[in-house]
């Protein structure tokens, strides 16, 4: 089992590469979250996580996928202590940066978002952090629900379109367990609003793309 457990950060930081060079074809393990809409697929992640942190609604709100990396993380780790940000990371030899220290530092996307979030005065075990906006922690969950709904409409929209093009957030938390799992949009049947008349065959598409993998 331990070396199994060892497995889940390296495979994470694969599926960051994969975000970021837009690879298709690389079979990663996941555990993929489907149903149809409104079915109560975001209270099952939330349960998972143990907190409320996904964006809700009615109609279709999941638009686009949403890689999950759930990261054990105990009190008394020093990345638990080192709550200013990264900066002995980036102020460290570009010889001995770590590929999480690489793709950090590499990722170009909302350059201008890049300031740590405001942290609490006695250092939390629990965050979050985004793929698209790097060295920035979320210690309020309703900051990450807000900043999943402005990146779906970013890419997908303000209408109910979907795109195929994941969020990727990461969960440090005490009271997880080391998992990768995608949330995907729901199943429907009937165009609503401004949503494209194939919009069904466009969600399906989307769950083939996950589930078809032998290692999802």
Not at 81 to 90: C, I, N, R, V
């Amino acid at each position: 089992m331990s070396s199994l457990q060892d497995l889940i950060p390296i495979v994470n930081k694969l599926q960051d590469i994969v975000t970021n060079t837009n690879l298709t074809d690389l079979d990663l393990p996941l555990l993929t979250v489907i149903g149809s809409q409104s079915a109560g697929k975001s209270s099952v992640l939330e349960n998972i996580v143990g907190k409320d942190f996904l964006p809700r609604g009615t109609g279709i709100v999941t638009r686009r996928p949403l890689i999950l990396q759930l990261i054990n993380i105990q009190p008394d780790d020093p990345l638990v202590l080192k709550s200013s940000g990264y900066e002995t990371d980036q102020s460290s030899d570009s010889n001995e940066l770590t590929l999480e220290d690489h793709l950090r530092k590499s990722s170009s996307l909302n350059s201008t978002n890049n300031a740590v979030s405001p942290v609490p005065s006695t250092p939390s075990s629990e965050w979050g952090e985004f793929l698209h906006i790097p060295n920035k922690r979320f210690y309020n969950f309703n900051e990450i629900r807000k900043e999943i709904e402005n990146e779906t409409a970013r890419i997908a929209g303000k209408n109910k379109g979907i795109s195929r093009i994941p969020i990727n957030l990461k969960v440090y938390s005490p009271n997880v367990l080391n998992l990768t799992l995608v949330d995907l949009p729901g199943l429907t049947k009937i165009p609503i609003g401004d949503q494209p008349t194939d919009i069904e065959r466009q969600i399906k598409n989307l769950i083939l793309e996950y589930i078809s993998k032998p290692n999802s």
